[in-house]
């Protein structure tokens, strides 16, 4: 059964309702409250069930996450939710066929025209209050113009950071109309290039959908595309990575190939045992590209020995796409809380470094505490098993118990 947009709101406010307490004590069995319920709680539980078995298994779960949320809000809010669902549910006829209707000219949206209208919404429910206020204050035509003005400030600056410096510099000083504009030109193009980097087949397939799943698809596979550059230049020797970054979208996959090849044997060399079979299992037209792929997670796996196990459980958890950013969020914060546990003297002296020289400057000072400490080899090996910001935690544990057998025996 599937229920109308209105029907499901109503039936939202009766099951609401019912996180209201129908039993008394919680101390008594089930079977127990159920025989002392009032005959019009026994009816009103009566019509919930009957209306519950009528529900397809996709809005059982739509209605399962509304009550979760409503539990998990203070009381205050949820009863005047309650308030407005009720006060909806003894609405007229007339007043629900006009929001059935709104409904209606909502879901008639493209997609696209729906996601902008939600972000600006949200947009505006992100202003301070203040602002806000003053905003929707103002006369019509006024605080269209001032809401257009900061919807489009906005809009550039999250274009602007999907851009690349370069890309950037060049829009820097124009209007923000401009800019706008100019930045989606950019899309446009790079777009164009990268599906232009599609085998016929995929291309083929694509002129088979409908406009809408189509832009879908595209969306998908830049993303994959733009994923597959990541990968390849996460493996690339800096300058090479300059180099590949620089080429137009249309000439990367030439540049990766040839790099790959070139470097063919020490690469796979490189690989674990259980990751060349997996290779080697691979199309021959797809080999280069489950080469760069096994390489990736083998370099990503290196990395994720530096997280914390609360940590590498998040990323266990996420896509390789999003593993791989918040592999490289965790490490910058690691880094962080690691720099400030130092002296402040070995602060001072790596702060004008790069990242990565400064990421090398502790390491080093880390196992030269660890010298220092005189551990035995096999817990200097525990220790130097351990993430980063455990590591100075580790020795410095092990100077106290250090210090605390040196005190004991001069007693």
């Known amino acids: 059964m599937r229920l109308s947009s209105v029907s499901f709101v109503f039936l939202l406010a009766v099951l ?14 089930a079977s127990e ?59 007229d006829a007339g007043s629900k066929r006009e929001i059935e209707a709104r409904l209606r000219r909502w879901r008639a949206l493209p997609a696209r025209r729906q996601e902008t209208l939600l972000q600006r919404f949200r947009h505006l429910m992100d202003l301070p209050e203040g602002e806000r206020e003053r905003l929707l204050s103002l006369p019509a035509e006024r605080r269209r113009r001032e809401l257009d003005r900061i919807f489009t400030a906005q809009e550039v600056q999250r274009l602007l950071r999907r851009l690349t410096p370069e890309e950037r510099q060049m829009l820097e000083g124009l209007p923000l109309a401009e800019q706008k504009e100019a930045a989606r030109r950019l899309f446009a193009e790079r777009r164009r290039q990268q599906l232009g980097r599609l085998d016929e087949a995929s291309r083929a397939r694509l002129a088979t959908l409908s406009p809408e799943a189509r832009e879908k698809e595209q969306r998908q596979r830049m993303k994959a595309l733009n994923f597959r550059d990541q990968m390849v230049a996460v493996l690339l020797p800096r300058n090479q990575r300059v180099a590949f970054l620089k080429r137009p979208l249309s000439r990367r996959d030439a540049f990766a190939r040839a790099f790959v090849e070139q470097n063919r044997e020490r690469l796979v060399s490189s690989l674990p045992p259980s990751a060349r079979s997996a290779l080697a299992s691979a199309n021959a037209g797809e080999r280069v590209w489950k080469l760069v792929e096994l390489l990736f997670c083998e370099k990503r796996r290196v990395l994720e020995k530096a997280l914390l196990p609360s940590q590498r459980r998040r990323v266990a958890s996420l896509p390789p796409r999003k ?15 690691l720099l400030d546990k130092l002296p402040s003297s070995f602060r001072q002296e790596v702060a004008s470094m790069p990242a990565t020289r400064q990421a090398g400057a502790v390491r080093k000072h880390l196992r030269r505490a660890l010298k220092q400490a005189d551990a035995s080899a096999d817990r200097r090996r525990g220790i130097l098993d351990l993430p980063l910001l455990m590591q100075w935690d580790a020795v410095q544990r092990l100077k106290r118990e250090q210090a605390r057998s040196r005190r004991r025996g001069e007693r």
């Open 33 to 91: 409250r159920l025989r002392n319920l009032s005959p019009e709680k026994k009816r009103l539980l009566a019509k919930r069930l009957e209306a519950w078995k009528k529900l397809g298994p996709a809005e059982k779960a739509r209605l399962r996450e509304n009550l979760e949320t409503m539990r998990s809000l203070p009381a205050e809010e949820r009863e005047r939710i309650r308030g407005n669902l009720e006060t909806f549910s003894d609405k």
């Open 323 to 337: 593993a791989w950013g918040k592999v490289r969020f965790f490490l910058k914060v690691n880094h962080r809380r």
């Open 16 to 29: 609401v309702a019912a996180s209201r307490p129908l039993f008394g004590g919680e101390e008594a069995s």
